[in-house]
């Protein structure tokens, strides 16, 4: 961390509504992006304010040998999983469905035809189950054990929900090229 942004997020914890302000500009932007890889425009927007609230009202868990920008941005993810939660998104618990394959990156791979667009476009397709976990393995990066804290399922259910949703989304765009 720079130790200009240092200096804001000390001035933040103090109170400092400029600094504030200085902040949200910062991040603003980047953080509603990944709101709305959840949630809709109006919806996502709503998030992003209460999510900058509830950081700069805890700021003092922040530490500071981590980016701050990761750090919202699991404020952000956590903030949108729970608004999906409260639409009542369920996730099947798998733990008594057959074990499905394992997911590696080469499992991944397109036709060169298809664009990154088509593909977050066919990720939007998917149900509310599956599009959560593929997002947040494929944009965010999180792995099962990672994805299980978030949004609250057993590993394999995250395993079987992201196989599932890979096996639905190949099958969508394959339909797409035709």
């Not at 109006?42 to 950081?55: P, V």
């Not at 949108?80 to 008594?96: A, G, T």
């Not at 298809?114 to 599009?131: F, G, H, V």
Request: glycine share 4%; charged share 35%; proline share 2%.
């Amino acid at each position: 961390m720079s130790k200009d942004q240092s200096i804001l997020l000390e001035r933040c914890r103090k109170g400092d509504e400029r600094a504030m302000m200085r902040i949200y500009d910062l991040y603003c932007e980047a953080m509603f992006r990944i709101a709305c890889r959840y949630l809709n425009d109006e919806d996502a927007k709503d998030a992003i304010q209460d999510c900058f609230l509830k950081a700069f009202a805890r700021l003092d868990l922040y530490n500071e040998d981590f980016s701050f920008g990761s750090w919202l941005k699991r404020i952000v993810i956590n903030h949108c999983i729970d608004q999906l939660k409260k639409r009542r998104l369920e996730f099947v618990d798998s733990e008594h469905l057959p074990l499905c394959g394992e997911d590696t990156s080469e499992n991944w791979s397109f036709d060169p035809g298809i664009t990154k667009d088509l593909i977050l476009e066919a990720i939007e397709r998917l149900p509310e189950k599956y599009r959560i976990v593929v997002k947040l393995y494929l944009l965010e990066g999180y792995d099962h054990e990672e994805i299980s804290s978030i949004v609250q399922i057993p590993v394999k259910t995250s395993r079987t929900h992201l196989f599932r949703g890979r096996q639905q989304l190949r099958n969508d765009l394959k339909n797409t090229m035709r």
